[in-house]
């Protein structure tokens, strides 16, 4: 892999991102409590992108991306493929932008999630339940609109996008000893790992990952991007596999990814809707988990945790089997 | 009824109150959702008191309590029957203050109140379920003990306490109308009135109730304190009937009570739950279903919403039957 030919977003590239951004963007509020604290054996601050538009961070990446296309470009539109928070959140950006967003997304995709990219004025496409039909789809949409692909995570603008939540929250709280994400396909620690270790080198930054989704431990160690091959957990945002810009901004940044029972992850997620009374998605409880299984690398730090989103089905949780 | 002989808070009560127990409250956020404005018509903004310690205002009133307590008194204790969030609070605000809760419950009380009360350091005694017993109970240890009784709404500093949310809402959303909050015994609603009615006279504040247990609505309107018997409600917070403290409070600052169907507030507690991401309890849905069955009465206003706690069972769901 060619990965010295990849130019990786400096901390300078997130404050412009914010800059362009900010106004467009909520400011999520960081929260922490003091029986979540005691449970954990650290200060936690949880950065709540579940308050961000759309209920996931995936809005600001999607928000970046759009916003620095040429005025040629943003006419014809956006495109992806996805059936998760980034077509919602690429949906609502393109409609804030005043633009068309292409939709592809599996015919078997859950109604609840067509709902929501339909209702933010997604141009949607099924398609079969393929990766190859997927692609396939996007380049036939694409080369009959002229629509620009807006990658989830392996995109430079969309990866500073995300990176703004962990400035915000070096704002918010300036103290943190560190900071941990989840990591899927690697766009919100890529752009978390970019600003701090550019701004702020003092302070550690984890990923964490699902045991039976484990392809970022694998492929850290590994010096490889291992493709993540039907991952069964219920982490739902954490099933793709690293990119070659993400793989290259980790493999320089990371501290380290911490993997995680999916027990873990269902008792951290009830314990954050409990003590807390917010509403945090299974991958948003990963770090959350991760805390609790590393208690000892933790302890007595202030810890900086990106809640990504809070997109849950109500009708079936977790702990109700 | 000598209503006249009843004295109620000014709103240098609240204010007192506020200088007394600001630090060791939680100050809780004011969230807003342009998808829950765009809904309920308005632009609600929600006093977020499923934050607040134990997860209910009623710290701030049981804190305010045991803080206005002589030296003498406040060593041999307090004393309170109740079965809810006021004797969490209670037990949580007296472990602060050092001196012990004496906390009667009755012995068919579900496990996670018994542990919550517990865990807060309560000192628990059991009696058979009904009002008689519980009084009896509570007298003997009272006797026994020396511990003053803190009535969970009939007691001026409680009500004081409890008008603290809305003097907060107040400094954070300057512009606000109009303000609602769930009424059940009044200790809430009656703070919250008598905070704004004598600081912010322009402002309008409603009580909103369970049609299934509509006895602040027809007290107000009779001119008289009707019981609450045995109101059918999934609003657990609400099923009390006001006091004379309450009612004369609400006859004099209150602009009128909205009453809503159960139906509405399940549909509300989902759609917060849904749209911004926070936890909040069937009590709290109360007024946001007031909104959406009154859409005439709030459109285009600016409308602070009181979210009285976030105390749910998530192994029990309402809309899961």
Redesign the interface.
């Known amino acids: 892999m060619a990965t010295q030919e990849i130019t990786i977003p400096s901390h300078l590239d997130i404050e412009n991102a914010f800059n362009l951004i900010g106004k467009h963007i909520n400011s999520t ?1 960081v ?1 922490t409590s ?1 029986s979540v604290n005691s449970i954990l054996g650290c200060n936690a601050y949880l950065k ?1 992108e ?2 961000q ?1 759309v ?1 996931a961070f995936k809005f600001r990446g999607a928000t970046h991306a759009i916003m620095r296309l040429g005025i040629d470009e943003a006419q014809s539109g956006v495109i992806t493929h996805s059936s998760g928070n980034h077509a919602a959140a690429l949906a609502l950006a393109a409609r804030q932008k005043g633009i068309p967003a292409y939709i592809v997304m599996p015919e078997n995709a859950p109604e609840i999630k067509k709902k929501a990219v339909a209702g933010y004025g997604g141009i949607i496409t099924f398609c079969p339940p393929t990766q190859t039909d997927r692609e396939q789809t996007m380049l036939r949409i694409k080369s009959q609109t002229g629509a620009t692909f807006i990658h989830p995570y392996d995109n430079f603008n969309v990866v500073c996008g995300q990176g703004t939540a962990a400035l915000e929250l070096m704002q918010q709280q300036p103290d943190i000893d560190m900071v941990i994400a989840p990591v899927g396909g690697g766009g919100l620690l890529s752009g978390t790992a970019a600003f701090i270790k550019g701004r702020f080198p003092h302070v550690k930054v984890y990923g964490a990952e699902p045991k039976n989704a484990d392809d970022a431990y694998r492929s850290l160690r590994d010096h490889t991007i291992y493709p993540s091959v039907k991952p069964q957990t219920i982490a739902d945002g954490l099933l793709t596999s690293l990119s070659p810009l993400t793989y290259t901004i980790l493999s320089q940044h990371c501290d380290g990814i911490l993997t995680v029972s999916e027990q873990s992850i269902i008792e951290a997620m ?1 314990m954050v ?2 003590r ?5 998605e299974p991958s948003s409880a990963v770090p959350v988990a991760a805390i609790m299984e590393n208690a000892q690398l933790f302890r007595n730090k202030r810890v900086g945790v990106i809640i990504s989103g ?1 997109n849950v089905d ?2 079936h ?1 977790p ?2 089997g």
């Open positions: 509020p929260l003091r709540c579940n308050f538009r209920g009830r809707w409990e807390m009374k917010i509403i945090i809070g109500l009708n949780l702990w109700q």
